[in-house]
């Protein structure tokens, strides 16, 4: 009789043990997710940082959305709007008045891949300065072409 | 940094822009081939248009900015009056290459420019014909004052042309008088020493078709 009795409170508690098991949560892994911030970076040509310039960002309104000034790194941050993934960021210099850039950051297209901005994606700029020696070039032998075109010419009716 | 960025100036003073540079160019022109071949010019432009393309990524960082060379009092003594074509060119290539200035604004950034490279000319040209020494030193003494002030009056230019948004834009010229004051140093002495420089080797390249060569 005790025996069945032991046994009887064995079974409750392995059946108790097994339905408590999904209730009991000490080591459950939790995930939580925030989208944190945008950063962008304003610098002149060169590389000097763009500090203290006046930077407007624009949702894709045209509405003002966030304000603000770039620090001593050129850096600006700001938290993007739940549902909005595509702003305007226009830069205007302090220090340099008559300075001013803009871009426009697609927050789809980036997690796809194609809108990695930053000073890695122009043109080297060695590249850029031959580009236009190349044209000046161009424009000196055209004159040159002609000079001679004309010249032979001119021998062709004496 | 006196190049004026696409979208800061109103439209009535980049379309007045464009219309005085397109009307001096057309004069520039017509002068220019009254008194000789243009064509000819144009190797010699293309060379000197090289260095004014490529001065304007020498930067000098200063205090929370950084500027660079601009060289027009350089076209102006060495290209005489074509040095304003010259100088269209040079930041056409410069607002599609290097992104500095921009195209509605070309009009406008080319007067900043030009305007003193003609100027700096005059000072050349009348300076040559007032102290009728052949020294170099005297031409170079010329062309170093050439130099700064077109620099000089570029900045100003450009300070007149932001001022046009408004008085709260008059702390403009403050700024960029003040951080522009060492490259008005650096180019007098860089116009003054190609000036020498030319003045010994290459004479010719002094003077343009509308100033005397001497």
């Not at chain 1, 944190?36 to 000097?48: N, R």
Request: charged share 15%.
């Amino acid at each position: 009789m005790n025996r069945k009795l032991v046994f009887a409170i064995f079974v409750m508690l392995l059946v108790l043990s097994c339905l408590s098991i999904s209730t009991v949560s000490a080591h459950r892994l939790h995930i939580v997710h925030k989208l944190s911030e945008i950063e962008i970076e304003a610098y002149f040509g060169g590389g000097t940082p763009c500090r203290d310039a006046n930077v407007n960002v624009y949702d894709k309104e045209g509405n003002l959305y966030i304000e603000g000034v770039t620090d001593d790194e050129g850096k600006f941050r700001f938290s993007p709007k739940i549902g909005m993934d595509e702003y305007k960021v226009v830069v205007e210099a302090v220090h340099m008045p008559g300075h001013k850039a803009e871009t426009v950051i697609n927050l789809s297209q980036e997690a796809a891949g194609a809108g990695a901005g930053g000073m890695g994606t122009e043109m080297p700029l060695y590249t850029r300065a031959i580009a236009g020696f190349g044209y000046l070039i161009g424009l000196a032998g055209a004159a040159m072409a002609y000079m001679g075109w004309k010249m032979k010419k001119k021998y062709e009716n004496l | 940094m006196v190049h004026i960025s696409d979208g800061i100036l109103s439209l009535p003073v980049l379309a007045a822009g464009w219309a005085i540079t397109i009307a001096l160019i057309a004069v520039v022109l017509w002068w220019s081939k009254r008194k000789g071949s243009i064509v000819e010019e144009i190797p010699r432009l293309s060379v000197i248009t090289s260095a004014f393309f490529v001065a304007s990524l020498f930067h000098i960082a200063i205090g929370p900015t950084s500027v660079h060379l601009i060289l027009n009092g350089l076209m102006g003594v060495t290209l005489g009056i074509l040095a304003y074509p010259a100088i269209f060119i040079g930041l056409l290539l410069q607002a599609f290459l290097f992104g500095h200035g921009g195209i509605t604004v070309l009009g406008v950034n080319t007067i900043d420019m030009g305007v003193p490279a003609l100027v700096a000319h005059g000072i050349f040209k009348v300076g040559n014909k007032l102290i009728p020494l052949e020294s170099i030193t005297s031409k170079a003494v010329l062309g170093a004052l050439a130099g700064g002030i077109a620099v000089a009056l570029a900045v100003l230019l450009t300070a007149g042309m932001l001022c046009t948004l408004g008085i709260e834009y008059a702390w403009a010229i403050k700024a960029l008088i003040l951080y522009h004051i060492p490259i008005i140093v650096i180019e007098t002495v860089i116009v003054g020493s190609v000036v020498a420089f030319l003045a010994r080797v290459k004479p010719e390249l002094i003077g343009s078709l509308g100033g005397e060569r001497r």
